[in-house]
């Protein structure tokens, strides 16, 4: 990790100048932790081009401009003239910047990366970038499901997870999200879900949320949505990080070997980091406080150097006719198959590396399709994969203008690309040639079918039952509620609370009493005890469960609780008050925490910095401006005097502005302390710890006399963060 004093985020490759400058120069480069698209042409050949070049403003056609500061006028105070081409050219262009928003997935954040494949996988499909010691630029979109472009971060929502592997043989993009299930088994329910989930038509309300009638309404009357939404109402819909953030493949897709034997799997994706979320109240501050936050976190991540990482792992299952493993559908994607009766097998790493140059040109104009797939690579006759397969190719053409879409620069792939399709919107390519059919003389027979043996993409030939046509679902379909209930036993006790939490917070928001009791009807057959404690929180009777409730094998898999996690990345939050008798230990612990492999940010009551000369310390975040939702941690340098400022008038933070600490640092390690989060002090902290009505004695709090002792305190504080919280600290 970069040992930098510097404020991840800075605005530009270099610092600006005072004034204005005024000598001609070449654009700059992009920031050392920034990668623009390969260089690669519309037909996947060699280019090499900025997409900015020359030191001097030019119209689009490259003529040189003296001014773009005025109108071409009749003399000073005249009218404007309407041939100003470079007021009608710019203007215009402007009127136009923005394209339709996808209809869901429209928040995003996205990087560049790599995947480097351990050649697990070679015995089961026949893939390239799978092999032994591939490796294969990526580039990884993370998203929000319900929410606006403009909506914030850290919502109660499902996740995209979105990953285009840039392959040899073809461009393969897996195309799932943070939760294994999905809330409906056949896509033709797909703008059902999604209606219900968006805002009410009426009043365009409740932005980017699902709390409210018409999502449980829906979700209560159509119970194959079940399980999709419990794990949505646990921890894993509010995820601390993008980098902390499981992804799933949700279907089941057929992989097939070199030797033509095929088999069933499903894909995941485990960050190296743990899976770790906020806690309801945290998400809630921050949505106020940095609604880009999970942005935020991932571009800083890569820019500090702490590189987030992901396994990439498959579940696999024999290819039997009925596609069924252990009395579990694998077509259905309302389910899972438990970690314990199918060990995902690690079979690649991912590092996100680089952050995109331009948002619009690649994290917003990215294009993903579940279509896209390279040999050894195919799909199932999961019926919500089928209408994914048609809707995905659909929305590109009408987001990105035409069915070129896939030369622009971060769509364009890197292998070489004969595809004879020709003109259509926004065409970039300049083909050659003048037969572009098959088969022809005229073009020499160019371009020539490729059969398995040339790397071709030969569909795995596969047996179809007899059949007749129908509008049905198979009778494994039927079973809504086995798979929720054993999710509900794998969650350790602190995890159901948060559930429990989650479901009558949302609940309360809805209008109808109604929905409410359809849905605690739902979880009347999830959990009694479930059902109960959300009904009294909203003063609604117990129904009783209307069928017989299952005791399954809980799955381990499926808590993110009880494991230790490694610690890079992870944010701490130094408290001082700047005084120079404290900047030792202060140096010391800032070295320590970088040499962890973590993001020190010093908190003081001011901005600027701390000592002098090349000691001195960069302040990087100030009383007023911190909040303890961004760190991960915070450590106490002592017990800080309120600040000048320091005035319920002027920070809201700080109330009347009395006692002997800083009201807004007591209110920050509050929070901290509410959140589970770990602490660290030495001197007198303990001053602010009673302050701030930390209990004496309570787990998850590492304090010493001494400044001397400094580094202890981290160790302890460390120690404390490999398991993300300190949930024990409210165990009765």
Not at 674 to 690: C, F, N, S, Y
Request: charged residues 20%; aromatic residues 8%.
């Amino acid at each position: 990790m970069a040992a930098s004093s510097d404020i991840p985020g800075r605005p530009g490759a270099v610092p600006p100048p005072f004034d204005e400058p005024v000598e001609p120069r070449e654009p700059l480069a992009p920031s050392p932790d920034q990668r623009a698209p390969a260089p690669v042409s519309p037909t996947g050949g060699e280019a090499g081009h900025r997409s900015q070049q020359g030191a001097f403003l030019t119209t689009a056609q490259g003529t040189r401009l003296p001014d773009s500061d005025h109108s071409l006028k009749a003399g000073a105070r005249g009218p404007v003239l309407l041939r100003d081409h470079h007021l009608r050219e710019k203007i215009t262009h402007f009127d136009h910047e923005r394209i339709p928003e996808r209809v869901v997935h429209a928040r995003g954040a996205a990087a560049h990366g790599v995947f480097r494949a351990y050649g697990t996988a070679s015995s089961v499909t026949k893939a390239a970038f799978l092999a032994e010691g591939a490796e294969t630029p990526v580039f990884v979109r993370f998203s929000t499901v319900l929410g606006s472009r403009g909506s914030a971060d850290t919502v109660r929502d499902t996740r995209g997870f979105a990953t285009k592997f840039y392959t040899g043989e073809g461009t393969f993009d897996l195309v799932g999200n943070n939760i294994p299930v999905f809330f409906i088994q056949d896509a033709i329910k797909f703008p059902d879900v999604i209606h219900a989930g968006k805002p009410h038509p009426d009043r365009e309300i409740p932005q980017a949320q699902s709390a409210h009638d018409t999502f449980w309404d829906f979700v209560s009357l159509h119970t194959e949505a079940t399980f999709h939404t419990l794990w949505n109402m646990s921890d894993r819909g509010i995820p601390r990080s993008y980098r902390m953030m499981e992804g799933f493949g949700i279907h089941t897709f057929r992989l097939e070997a070199a030797d033509g034997t095929t088999t069933l799997v499903k894909f995941h994706w485990k960050p190296k980091a743990g899976v770790h979320s906020l806690t309801w109240e945290e998400a809630q501050l921050i949505s106020g406080a940095d609604p880009d936050f999970h942005r935020r976190d991932l571009a800083d991540a890569i820019e500090a150097g702490a590189f987030p990482e992901w396994e990439f792992g498959i579940q696999t299952f024999p290819d039997t006719p009925d596609q069924t493993f252990e009395g579990i559908d694998l077509l259905d994607p309302t389910k899972i198959v438990p970690e314990e009766l199918a060990p995902v097998r690690p079979i690649g790493l991912m590092t996100l590396n680089a952050n995109p140059v331009n948002y619009f040109a690649e994290t917003e104009q990215v294009a993903f399709h579940p279509g896209h797939l390279v040999p050894g690579i195919d799909v199932s006759d999961d019926p919500l994969l089928a209408g994914r397969l048609f809707s995905y190719l659909d929305t590109q053409i009408s987001r990105l203008g035409g069915p070129n879409f896939g030369q622009i620069p971060i769509n364009r792939p890197h292998a070489e690309v004969n595809d004879m399709l020709r003109d259509g919107m926004h065409q970039t390519a300049v083909h050659d040639g003048v037969a572009p059919y098959r088969p022809n003389s005229l073009d020499a027979g160019c371009p020539f079918l490729a059969g398995a043996g040339d790397g071709g993409y030969v569909e795995v030939p596969q047996e179809l039952p007899t059949s007749r046509k129908v509008r049905e679902a198979p009778a494994s379909f039927d079973d809504h509620t086995s798979q929720p209930r054993l999710f509900w036993l794998s969650l350790t006790p602190v995890e159901r609370e948060h559930v429990i939490g989650a479901y009558t917070f949302e609940l309360s928001k809805c209008y109808e009493n109604t929905v409410k009791e359809r849905a605690l009807r739902v979880l009347a057959r999830i959990d009694g005890e479930l059902c109960a404690q959300v009904a009294a929180g909203l003063g609604l009777p117990v129904p009783h469960p209307d069928e017989p409730l299952g005791e399954p094998r809980p799955s381990a898999a499926l808590s993110q609780i009880g494991r230790a996690w490694p610690v890079t990345g992870r944010v701490i939050g130094i408290v001082t008050d700047g005084s120079e008798s404290r900047l030792d230990a202060v140096r010391a612990v800032r070295t320590a925490v970088l040499d962890g492999g973590m993001v020190p940010l010093i908190v003081a009551p001011t901005g600027g910095t701390l000592g002098a000369g090349d000691d001195a310390l960069t302040v990087q975040r100030t009383f007023a401006n911190a909040r303890s939702v961004e760190f991960d941690a915070l450590l106490l340098a002592g017990a800080p005097a309120p600040g000048a400022d320091a005035s319920g008038a002027r920070d809201a933070k700080a109330g009347d502005g009395g006692g002997a600490v800083d009201p807004r640092v007591v209110l920050m390690v509050n929070e901290a302390y509410r959140h589970a989060k770990p602490i660290g002090g030495w001197a007198d902290a303990g001053t602010v710890l009673e302050a701030a009505g930390c209990a004496d004695g309570a787990a998850g709090i590492v304090t010493a006399d001494s400044p001397g002792a400094a580094s202890s305190v981290v160790d302890g504080v460390t120690r404390l963060l490999t398991e993300h919280r300190v949930w024990s600290r409210f165990e009765d």
